[in-house]
T-cell receptor, first 112, second 108 residues
Framework: DSGVTQTPKHLITATGQRVTLRCSPRSGDLSVYWYQQSLDQGLQFLIQYYNGEERAKGNILERFSAQQFPDLHSELNLSSLELGDSALYFC???????????FGEGSRLTVL | TQLLEQSPQFLSIQEGENLTVYCNSSSVFSSLQWYRQEPGEGPVLLVTVVTGGEVKKLKRLTFQFGDARKDSSLHITAAQPGDTGLYLCAGQSNDMRFGAGTRLTVKP
């Protein structure tokens, strides 16, 4: 158990719809990273937050947005969903002194 | 576009064999990490290397960071079926970027 919690674990929806993925980082970790992993692919960096502020942005589509709340949990919003958005979405928090990323179990999104 | 290129993409070997996988980049990183991911789970950190030329050993796994801090290798001695998984390297600069991974299968 990494201490990072992601919900939901599985989500099936239709094209054009909007979904929200939620992440609770490990207790004490201030950084949250979001990654997308398609079938047999590595992890594509989407966005990073630190203590509520956006720190870095990767290849995140304009249809996607995220935020980190005062209690440090984070949400990734995916809108106008397309078939190609089907993937595993991982959230990770970074240990303050170690630089290690602790990953949640991921949210598997299927767009039909 | 992957900043970190990993090779080979797939590797299937017999139990007891040795193997090396590579992680290369044109960028310099302040640190480089190796993670292993098993099906249905998130990646788990194996090691962090920070200093150019650094070598770290973790039981049968040996990790090396290139002198210029742009590349790294992971060598596994006497591979076991339990080593099966997706091995990912990640470079830290302003954020943490991952390579596409090497998918290793060790057959009994």
């Amino acid at each position: 158990d990494s201490g990072v919690t992601q919900t939901p674990k599985h989500l099936i929806t239709a094209t054009g719809q909007r979904v929200t993925l939620r992440c609770s980082p490990r207790s004490g970790d201030l950084s949250v990273y979001w990654y997308q992993q398609s079938l047999d692919q590595g992890l594509q960096f989407l966005i990073q937050y630190y203590n509520g502020e956006e720190r870095a942005k990767g290849n995140i589509l304009e249809r996607f947005s995220a935020q980190q709340f005062p209690d440090l949990h984070s949400e990734l919003n995916l809108s106008s969903l397309e078939l190609g958005d089907s993937a595993l979405y991982f959230c990770a928090s970074m240990g303050t002194n170690t630089g290690e990323l602790f990953f949640g179990e991921g949210s598997r999104l299927t767009v039909l | 576009t992957q900043l970190l290129e990993q090779s080979p993409q797939f590797l299937s070997i017999q139990e007891g064999e040795n193997l090396t996988v590579y992680c290369n980049s044109s960028s310099v990183f302040s640190s480089l990490q190796w993670y292993r991911q098993e099906p249905g789970e998130g990646p788990v950190l194996l090691v962090t290397v920070v200093t150019g030329g650094e070598v770290k050993k973790l039981k049968r796994l040996t990790f090396q960071f290139g002198d210029a801090r742009k590349d790294s290798s992971l060598h596994i001695t006497a591979a076991q079926p339990g080593d099966t998984g997706l091995y990912l390297c990640a470079g830290q600069s302003n954020d943490m970027r991952f390579g596409a991974g090497t998918r290793l299968t060790v057959k009994p």
